[in-house]
């Protein structure tokens, strides 16, 4: 099945980034490279070569610093949720990975993911709140902002190596890897040195950035999140269905799909449910489903994630989505209300806005 190469070869990184072992090693002289061009854009920021701009909104920005899927949009999600409980106006940012087009658009529900990307659109369809994809943040954030000029929070899926967009508040988010073996791209998982120097010309301040972390076993300190599935499966028309009677006598063989940067993760907690698997897929990220043999598994309940179900509905459409439910620690709520409202206190006794740096 296309795809299956790659899913091989990111399995076979994501091992080889926990130690210093050969693979690693050989790949070492790459990563100086990459240090290279890492520092070098940074500096052309510092030294003002190249410029960080700001928005008439206070600028979140959800990422990571190593590859691969860590909780990222989960934690977007979460954290919109949130924030409209307390009544902001919030408006989601995203380049939109994987999307065949680099127009600047509006994501609305029923846009066709391979215009938005999955994860942008997954993120509208839960949020209801506004959401922009475009090949740079400030033009998506440029255009919500047209768009929707009462939103007073901009949440930037990803982006914390965007240095373009001036951010007023960071999180960065780690799963049980940790960072690794330490050492950046390739022989190594990070996209840029950790801990890292922060870039003041584009907002980075350690007191504006929060480290969470939503594995098992955090590698160091920060704030914890826990990931656990619903104990139901949506279908497309959005009923629902219990995870356990996909388990009763006379039930189809449940085959689970994964199309993320982990997929092991998502069959982990299937089985910690009980959700008895017949079978498991393991597919390549932001798989696109195209090409995907429904008829092999017709005899199968097909189940999937939430953000696979978009593509994967064009093409089952009987096939299951099982949500996740995102628990951040209450000290981590606590911490970043306070700094939001610091931030909001500040930019409403500001009498000149945000200007371009």
Request: with cysteine; hydrophobic share 45%.
């Amino acid at each position: 099945m296309g795809g299956t190469w790659r899913q091989t070869l990111q399995g076979a990184l994501l091992r080889a980034w926990l130690s210093r072992g050969l693979v690693a090693c050989l790949l070492y002289p790459v990563s100086l490279l990459f240090w290279a061009l890492v520092w070098t854009r940074r500096q052309m920021y510092a030294w003002s070569l190249l410029k960080t701009q700001r928005v008439e909104a206070l600028v979140v920005v959800v990422g990571n610093v190593v590859a691969g899927g860590a909780g990222k949009t989960p934690t977007v999600m979460a954290l919109v949720q949130h924030l409209q409980l307390q009544g902001y106006q919030v408006g989601v940012i995203s380049r939109g990975y994987g999307r065949t087009n680099a127009a600047c658009i509006e994501v609305l529900p029923e846009s066709p993911p391979q215009d938005t990307g999955d994860e942008p659109l997954l993120i509208r369809r839960t949020t209801q709140a506004p959401v922009f994809v475009g090949s740079t943040r400030i033009e998506a954030a440029s255009a919500l902002l047209r768009r929707h000029p009462l939103t007073q929070i901009i949440v930037c899926d990803d982006g914390l190596q965007h240095y373009s967009l001036y951010r007023d508040l960071e999180i960065c988010v780690f799963d049980d890897r940790g960072y690794g073996n330490g050492w950046l791209l390739p022989a190594g998982p990070l996209r840029e040195p950790w801990p890292r120097k922060p870039l003041a010309q584009a907002g980075q301040d350690s007191e504006r950035l929060l480290v969470l972390h939503t594995g098992n076993l955090p590698a160091f300190v920060g704030f914890t999140a826990q990931r656990t599935l619903a104990p139901f499966a949506k279908r497309k028309d959005g009923t629902t269905i219990a995870l356990s009677a996909l388990g009763e006598p006379g039930a189809k063989p449940v085959l689970a799909v994964a199309g993320i940067a982990q997929p092991e993760s998502f069959f982990s907690m299937l089985r910690a449910c009980q959700v008895p698997l017949a079978k498991t897929l393991a597919l390549a990220d932001h798989y696109d489903f195209d090409s995907f043999p429904r008829n092999v598994y017709e005899g199968y309940t097909i189940i999937c994630t939430e953000k696979d179900a978009a593509k994967l509905w064009s093409v089952v459409p009987d096939a299951l989505a099982i949500p996740l439910v995102f628990l951040p620690q209450r000290g981590f709520i606590a911490t970043f209300d306070a700094r939001i409202s610091e931030l909001m206190a500040k930019k409403l006794s500001s009498t000149h806005g945000h200007k371009t740096t």
